[in-house]
C-alpha cells in the first residue's frame, strides 16, 4: 500500500510574471480551492501540468465526469499559475480540464496561485498518488523527473513524505530492461515497485556470463504474467530457479503449461503442468461416472508403466 502524502505547504514561492506576485496566494493544497475567488480562463490558455504522474486518463472516468459536470457544474475550481501574460499551467485538477474540453467548453473556472516548480512537483504527485489507480511505475517517472528540482534524495523524500529505502524500491524501474521498460509504457500496473527491486536484486547476483539466460527467463516470466499464468511476486524466484539450475548443468521446466480442453466450442476442462506437478481437471457433469472410472484406469495402468520402465 502507498503511503498516504500529507501536504502542509510549500517550500518557497515562485515567481508570477506580473505585478500580481505580492497579491497571489500561495498555493497549499485541497483547502485552498474552495476560494470564491476565482477567474474564467480560456481552456486553449491553459497547458498541463509539466510535472503530472498520470500517464493515462481512462476515457470512461473523464466521460463520467464530464457528465457530471454537465448536470451540476463545476464545484471546484481547477488550481493554476501564471507564466506569461497569455498562459497558465495547471497545478491541480487536470482531470477537470480535460473533461471540459469533452464538453466543448470554451473556459473553465480557475483560481490563480503563487507556486514554484518544486512545491507544483510536490503537489502534483500528492494529488495522484494516493488514489488507487496510479501505479508504482507513473509515480516513479514522476519522481524521476522532478529530483533535479531538489538540493538531494533526501530532502525529495521528506518533501514527498517518502522513507528513503521507499522512494529508492521507485528506482529500481531504472535497471530493468528495455524491453519491460516498454511494456511499463503501455501498462503501467504490470509490475509494482516491490516486484522492480526483487528482479533488480537478481539481476545484480548474477554473474555476467550467466546473464542473457537470465534476460530470456525474465522475457519468458513476463509473457507469463501477460497471460495471468503467474503471479508478479513470483518472477524474481523464477528467474533465480532458471539460471540456478542452468548453472548446475540443468535446465529446469519451471514454466507453467497450461491447456485447455473443449467439445463443440465450450471448455470443459485444462491440462497444466509446472514445476509442482501436473494437474488434469474436467467440469462435472462432462464424464459419466462409467467413464471417470475408465480414466482413472488408464491413468493408473499409464503411470504403473511409466514406473516400471524407469
Given amino acids: 500500500m502507498k503511503k498516504p502524502i500529507t501536504v502542509s505547504g510549500l517550500i518557497q514561492t515562485g515567481v508570477i510574471q506580473d505585478n500580481l506576485t505580492t497579491s497571489l496566494p500561495k498555493f497549499k493544497g485541497q483547502s485552498d480551492f474552495s476560494s470564491d475567488i476565482t477567474i474564467q480562463i480560456a481552456l486553449e490558455q491553459i497547458q498541463p501540468n509539466p510535472y ?5 486518463f481512462p476515457d470512461i472516468e473523464l466521460q463520467e465526469l464530464a457528465a457530471s459536470i454537465a448536470e451540476i457544474g463545476l464545484i471546484q475550481p481547477i488550481a493554476v499559475r501564471k507564466i506569461s501574460e497569455t498562459s497558465y499551467q495547471i497545478i491541480a485538477g487536470e482531470r477537470r480540464f480535460r473533461a471540459f474540453k469533452l464538453l466543448n467548453k470554451s473556459e473553465i473556472p480557475c483560481v490563480l496561485f503563487s507556486c514554484a516548480d518544486a512545491d507544483m512537483a510536490v503537489m502534483a504527485i500528492a494529488e495522484n498518488v494516493n488514489r488507487q489507480d496510479l501505479s508504482d511505475y507513473e509515480i516513479s517517472k514522476s519522481i524521476r523527473n522532478v529530483e533535479n528540482l531538489f538540493p ?32 511499463l509504457e503501455a501498462n503501467p500496473r504490470l509490475l509494482s515497485r516491490n516486484a522492480a527491486a526483487d528482479i533488480k536484486r537478481i539481476f545484480n547476483k548474477i554473474s555476467p556470463e550467466h546473464y542473457e539466460f537470465a534476460l530470456t527467463a525474465f522475457k519468458e516470466a513476463v509473457a507469463l504474467l501477460e497471460l495471468a499464468e503467474i503471479d508478479q511476486t513470483k518472477i524474481a524466484n523464477f528467474i533465480s ?14 514454466n507453467n503449461k497450461k ?14 503442468s509446472s514445476h509442482k506437478g501436473v494437474e488434469v481437471k474436467i467440469a462435472v457433469g462432462v464424464l459419466s461416472y462409467e467413464k471417470t472410472e475408465e480414466l482413472k484406469e488408464i491413468l493408473n495402468n499409464f503411470l504403473n508403466s511409466s514406473s516400471s520402465q524407469s
Fill in 52 to 56: 503530472q504522474p498520470r500517464r493515462i
Fill in 241 to 254: 530457479l532458471k539460471v540456478k539450475h542452468f548453472s548446475d548443468g540443468e535446465i529446469l521446466e519451471v
Fill in 259 to 272: 491447456e485447455e480442453f473443449f467439445i463443440n466450442n465450450k471448455k470443459i476442462g485444462h491440462f497444466f
Fill in 152 to 183: 538531494s534524495k533526501t530532502s525529495l523524500a521528506e518533501s514527498l513524505g517518502f522513507q528513503r529505502e521507499d522512494m529508492y524500491r521507485y528506482f529500481a524501474y531504472d535497471a530493468l530492461p528495455e524491453f519491460v521498460i516498454e511494456k
